[in-house]
RNA sequence: GGAUUUAUAGCUCAACGGUAGAGCAAUCGGCUGUUAACCGAUAGGUUGUAGGUUCGAGACCUACUGAAUCCGCCA
């Protein structure tokens, strides 16, 4: 068994003073010959570790280089230098595995994050990903635990599915035919029933459908697992394989869903910032050094913290599809031609609509509801006015739209009348109906992207570096 | 998928159409309580690829490839 102290404890001063401890890390910086900066990823502070250039053989000194795993035996002491308050005076180095300087691409300077994209399977090294990575860990923590304290139940729902009938997106195909020789039908088409399925089959885009025949059973459940969507998206907020949370609550309405959704997002920054202060303080300074280079005008108003904190203290502002269009119709900005696309009551809101709700009209998290029904998901709740569905959207500053959900159409004639209309085969999707059939209830849920909280939380711009290892078009690799 | 921008040393970036340079990293040496240590020296390039314009192209033009940003699709 391997015995050693993690240097985050130690630098929390959970380790006494002038004991002797065995640490293990990777070497950041040798400065001097004789002082390592050594992080074990623990925690994103590096523990200083002196050894004596005089008794320690050159060879060994010689193989302390950026990058190499090292072990070293000490005493934890209080330190003679400035920088930090606890160092460690090593009495025995072994070296775990060397790192040849002169090919290892991390250097001890700042990365482009667009090259640190490229070589995915070492940024973890860096802080930058460090932090994100530990904050991503604590943002899905943080989700187990805001729905376990309030009684929902996780629920898997299947990666695998035959049915397409939600259209959230292109799909991914899941086959084990042989691509150069598929079995055909007589009509020339490849031949789905001989598949491993029995049918055509695809990788997942939502679990909400799934969530719901739960939902109508538990009461309240929430999936939390990947999703995957085959569209030709080249954005800074788009993954072909990014990880979905989604809710659903029975006996529960859009004001319902309203409330949890913010409960849960505010639940998240806050218990970031409670636990994550370190990785967060390094990810706001980042954020301001990386700003400095742009021109005043496109900085960022608050610090990332700041920001953080301004979203808890606030209630997101919540108005109606309709009043938003008259917003966006008599602003200023509008009569000034200063908007691309028109705007007009039924049709979807562009991006630069949405931008100017969220950061120059309301500045912070806005909650748009009752959207016009044709621009809408079939299942969504039809309202009284025959024109609006209960559908809600949440638009973060800088992220667009990070949750979107609705109360459903629990009525089955409702239901399967608007199925008709948008085309949507219903003996395919009879277990769904099933739901509307046998004890209907009113429900909502909603679905949370969560490498787009990661983002908002963590302050970086482009989802692919909040994900460990992003697969977007024209790329899988690692 | 569309638009725009971009591609120069391992990394980050310079170079008016006129001999391709700096910082960091590397190599060698010095210093030794440092804080992405510091000081001196050395080495490092078919300027993304293929064409074209020009007396002369890293720079201008065309195509291709990759990347970034924005838009669309959405979470």
């Not at 230098?81 to 002169?102: H, L, M, R, W, Y």
């Not at 954005?235 to 529960?252: G, K, N, Y």
């Amino acid at each position: 068994m391997i015995k050693r102290t993690e240097i985050g404890s130690i630098l929390k001063g959970q380790v006494a003073l002038d004991t002797p401890v065995t640490v293990m890390g990777w070497v950041r910086s040798f400065r001097n010959t004789q002082f390592v900066a050594l992080n074990d990823g623990s925690s994103l502070g590096t523990l200083q570790v002196v050894v004596n250039p005089e008794t320690t053989d050159a060879e060994t000194l010689k193989r302390i280089t950026v990058g190499a795993s090292v072990c070293f035996e000490g005493q934890l002491v209080a330190s003679q230098g400035k920088g930090q308050t606890v160092e460690v005076i090593a009495n025995k180095v072994e070296i775990f595995g060397d790192c040849d300087p002169s090919v290892y691409p991390l250097q001890p300077k700042k990365h482009s994050l667009e090259f640190l994209r490229e070589i995915a399977h070492l940024r973890p090294r860096t802080n930058t990903f460090g932090a994100v990575l530990r904050l991503r860990h604590n943002i899905a923590f943080a989700i187990h635990k805001f729905f376990n304290d309030k009684g929902f139940f996780y629920m898997h729902s299947p990666i695998i599915t035959a049915s397409d009938a939600e259209g959230a997106g292109e799909m991914f195909r899941v086959t084990t035919l042989d691509p150069k020789n598929p079995p055909l039908t007589e009509g020339g088409e490849v031949d789905f029933s001989k598949d491993f399925f029995g049918r055509a089959a695809n990788l997942t885009v939502s679990g909400q459908l799934e969530g719901e025949l739960a939902a109508l059973a538990l009461s309240k459940i929430y999936t939390f697992g990947p999703t995957f969507r085959a569209e030709n998206s080249n954005t800074s907020r788009h993954l072909a394989e990014f990880w979905m949370i989604e809710p659903e609550v029975a006996f529960a309405d859009l004001e319902d869903n309203m409330n949890l959704a913010e409960a849960m997002l505010k639940f998240c920054i806050q218990y970031c910032l409670d636990n994550c202060r370190e990785d967060l303080d390094f990810l706001a300074t980042r954020l301001v050094d990386e700003e400095k280079s742009k021109p005043q005008a496109e900085r960022s108003e608050m610090g990332l913290i700041e920001k953080l904190e301004f979203v808890l203290a606030h209630p997101f502002e919540r108005l109606n599809y309709t009043e938003a269009v008259d917003i966006l119709v008599n602003s200023n900005h509008n009569k000034k031609g200063k908007f691309k696309f028109p705007i007009e009551w039924g049709t979807d809101l562009q991006s630069e609509h949405e931008r100017y709700l969220v950061e120059k009209h309301f500045k912070k998290p806005v909650i748009l509801i009752n959207y016009p029904k044709h621009i809408k998901a079939f299942y969504m709740r039809q309202n009284d006015d025959g024109k609006t569905v209960a559908a809600m959207d949440i638009l973060f500053p800088g992220i667009g739209e990070i949750v979107g959900g609705s109360q459903r159409e629990e009525r089955l004639d409702k239901l399967t009348e608007r199925m008709a209309e948008m085309h949507i085969p219903q003996d395919e999707m009879y277990w769904f109906l099933d739901t509307r059939r046998f004890g209907s209830c009113p429900h909502a849920g909603y679905g949370l992207g969560f490498e787009r909280l990661v983002q908002f939380i963590s302050g970086m711009g482009n989802i692919r570096d909040v994900i460990p290892f992003p697969r977007y078009p024209g790329s899988a690799e690692f």
